[in-house]
């Protein structure tokens, strides 16, 4: 059952730090919507969940908007900070982290690959502005090729972390993650059911979701903040797997699906410690 916005702010959110500080037609918005439209669907109350969120836009958005317990990571640490507080939390207590994409696939990669290896419970939502929209605009691990930047007047040229058969998405499958989803929020309703599976997941999910940024984004590259010009190019680029075109650079859906397939974390420290505890031998 989709809810109006209102009902999901009167309940989830702090209603004083809504609209948030993002600029006027940014797409972290909706991306915000789809996470808290997904924890409604699941029934789950704010005690039920602590909150994580990290630097830049994405950090700047969500950071003291959740109405229960949460924390603000410093750069590329929130995972750490999570991992941590996994160890002490309840294994009912769900862990969500908004961070952006230099957090997430830059300064705190190593950090998000020991949270997978370890299938830390939790649930990373990397909201990706497509570089470095917080500091003006610079291009970043996941700008598409070709795109115009502030640092990048004739194209990004360098590799990014999906092109060419490279993908982040393999390299936290490889460390051992349990749920693996990339989805543009234009997709409606998919990925909210995405992102219900991914808070399910009792181990660590990620969600991958490009979203638009008109003020620096789409300023550049396109030569206008128009929000529907970047909302529409988005949508063009982006293509469920299996349905590609030439030109997608996104492909969605649900990329690996292995819940229950590992034991968690913290259920794995705390039989060793019990163990040691009873018998003095792991
Ligand atoms: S700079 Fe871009 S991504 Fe950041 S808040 Fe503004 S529109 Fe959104």
């Not at 700047?60 to 941590?84: C, E, L, N, P, S």
């Not at 190593?110 to 929209?133: E, F, K, P, W």
């Not at 795109?147 to 040229?157: C, I, R, V």
Request: proline content about 4%; some cysteine.
């Amino acid at each position: 059952m989709a809810y109006a916005s209102s009902v999901l702010v009167d309940k989830y959110l702090r209603t004083r730090k809504i609209p948030s500080t993002a600029c006027s037609g940014c797409g972290l918005g909706m991306n915000h919507k789809i996470i808290v439209q997904a924890i409604a669907e699941l029934g789950l109350e704010t005690q039920d969940i602590i909150w994580g969120t990290s630097i830049g836009c994405a950090g700047r958005q969500t950071f003291g908007t959740w109405k229960g317990d949460g924390f603000a990571g410093t750069h590329g640490r929130v995972y750490a900070i999570a991992r941590g507080l996994r160890v002490t939390l309840p294994p009912e207590k769900k862990l969500i982290l908004t961070v952006g994409d230099g957090d997430a696939f830059g300064i705190g990669l190593l950090h998000l690959i020991h949270c997978a290896r370890s299938n830390a419970s939790m649930t990373v939502v990397v909201n990706d502005n497509l570089g470095y929209q917080s500091t003006g605009g610079q291009f970043g691990f996941t700008t598409p090729q070709g795109a115009k930047t502030d640092s990048s007047p004739y194209g990004m040229f360098e590799h990014n972390l999906m092109s060419e058969g490279m993908d982040v998405l393999d390299i936290l499958k490889a460390a051992g993650a349990t749920f693996l989803a990339r989805h543009v929020a234009m997709e409606g309703q998919a990925v909210v059911e995405t992102m219900k599976k991914a808070i399910s997941n009792p181990g660590f999910s990620l969600v991958h979701m490009p979203y638009p940024c008109p003020t620096n984004f789409a300023a550049r590259h396109l030569g206008s903040r128009v929000q529907v010009n970047i909302y529409n190019w988005i949508k063009d680029h982006a293509a469920p797997m299996g349905q590609e075109k030439p030109d997608t650079i996104w492909r969605t859906g649900i990329y690996h699906d292995a819940r229950g397939a590992r034991p968690e974390f913290s259920e794995h420290v705390w039989e060793a410690v019990n163990r040691i505890r009873r018998t003095g031998r792991l």
